[in-house]
């Protein structure tokens, strides 16, 4: 009954190739976000989604581009991965912001640590 | 640019001894400060702040903030080993984004 859950929770991957992280939530949130949290365990903003439509664009290259079927799933696919992109990438979610502020905090997921060899 | 800064960067105690987190921040339109406490998974939500001067507490944990000097204090009282955690510090500003600071490690010692 995980509230959000991302699949893998373990990627070692060599540079140069493509891959994908998904994400879901049985929260019956709106809103939903990815995160990059790197090894000084800054965790920084990439995407989020609201109701399926990109609000949040943060400067992330090209090369990441999330994609969201439905309100409950967003998934990140990755072309040309880099060194630098070994991280750990978290899911979370939340309600709509547009209810207020204050009211939603964000629910996260276990994280997705990606290794670039 | 939204800015957090959490201080101290870690700090060790023993069981029984209170801690207090120190988080300031720069953030326009701002709605809310978070704080979590994050082991070796997910950041897991402990408190949201939106009004100053009001302390919300949860067990041995409280939270307070200030919004006309920009800060927010995280206590914990009667520390435990299972508080031992990166405490992290984020702000709300608009469209719900989440700028995050980068964290306090507590360790609690037996």
């Known amino acids: 009954d995980t509230a959000v859950s991302q699949t893998p929770k373990y990627l070692v991957t060599q540079m140069g190739n493509d891959k994908s992280i998904k994400c879901e939530q049985n929260?019956?949130?709106?809103?939903m976000y990815w995160y990059k949290q790197d090894s000084k365990k800054f965790l920084k903003i990439m995407f989020s989604?609201?109701?399926?439509?990109?609000?949040i664009n943060e400067t992330v290259p090209n090369r990441f581009s999330p994609k969201s079927p439905d309100k409950a799933h967003l998934n990140l696919h990755i072309n040309s991965l880099e060194l630098g992109d070994s991280a750990v990438y978290f899911c979370?979610?939340?309600?709509?912001?547009?209810?207020?502020?204050?009211?939603?905090?964000?629910?996260f997921g276990d994280g997705t640590r990606l290794s670039i060899l | 640019e939204d800015k957090v800064v959490q201080s101290p960067l870690s700090l060790v105690v023993h069981e029984g001894d209170t801690v207090t987190l120190n988080c300031s921040y720069e953030v326009t339109n701002f709605r809310s400060l978070l704080w979590y406490k994050q082991e070796k998974k997910a950041p897991t939500f402990l408190f949201m702040l939106t009004s100053s001067g009001i302390e919300k507490k949860s067990g041995r944990l409280s939270s307070i903030l200030d919004k006309k000097e920009l800060f927010s204090i995280l206590n914990i009282t009667a520390t435990q080993t299972g508080d031992s955690a990166v405490y992290l510090c984020a702000v709300e500003g608009a469209g719900n984004k989440l700028t995050f600071g980068g964290g306090t490690r507590v360790l609690v010692k037996p």
């Open positions: 989604y609201n109701n399926k439509e990109l609000i």
């Open positions: 929260l019956g949130h709106d809103t």
């Open positions: 979370a979610s939340s309600q709509d912001p547009l209810l207020g502020p204050g009211n939603q905090p964000q629910h």
